[in-house]
């Protein structure tokens, strides 16, 4: 009887321990996958690109511009919007949209091991071209 209780307590201790160590949340951005930096980002950049074209459509013009005009202008605001959302950590709209995406409890190098370790798997299985050349390979052997 005390064996097992001891044999417990080990165990719940190593457990508390590994987990705490392992699974730590952290407020770094380390563990977040790449595909949700790049989601949080694109959106913080299509509300920048939002926000400056109704900025631009409170200037007065005296003269409609041509296309040419519109062009430069739209390359010129793209630029921007790049700016705005690259620099000193953007509008601080990524951080927000992460937090709502991806929480903060779910950034730890746990979870994101099994999500990189699931996108592997599914990259093979999902994806035809890597299917064909999977089977061309066995066929050569």
Excluded: C
């Amino acid at each position: 009887m005390t064996k097992k209780i001891s044999i417990n307590n080990n165990l719940s201790n190593f457990k508390s321990n590994h987990l705490n160590k392992s699974a730590k949340t952290s407020d770094d951005r380390k563990f977040i996958p790449k595909q949700y930096k790049n989601i949080a980002k694109s959106y913080e950049k299509q509300f920048a690109q939002f926000m400056v074209d109704q900025m631009n459509k409170t200037v007065q013009k005296n003269d409609p511009l041509s296309t040419a005009d519109k062009y430069y202008q739209g390359l010129m605001d793209d630029q921007r919007t790049t700016k705005l959302t690259n620099n000193n950590g953007g509008l601080g709209l990524q951080k927000m949209i992460l937090d709502q995406i991806y929480p903060k409890r779910m950034r730890n190098e746990l979870t994101f091991n099994a999500f990189n370790n699931k996108n592997k798997i599914n990259n093979v299985n999902g994806n035809p071209y890597s299917q064909i050349k999977m089977n061309q390979e066995n066929k050569n052997e």
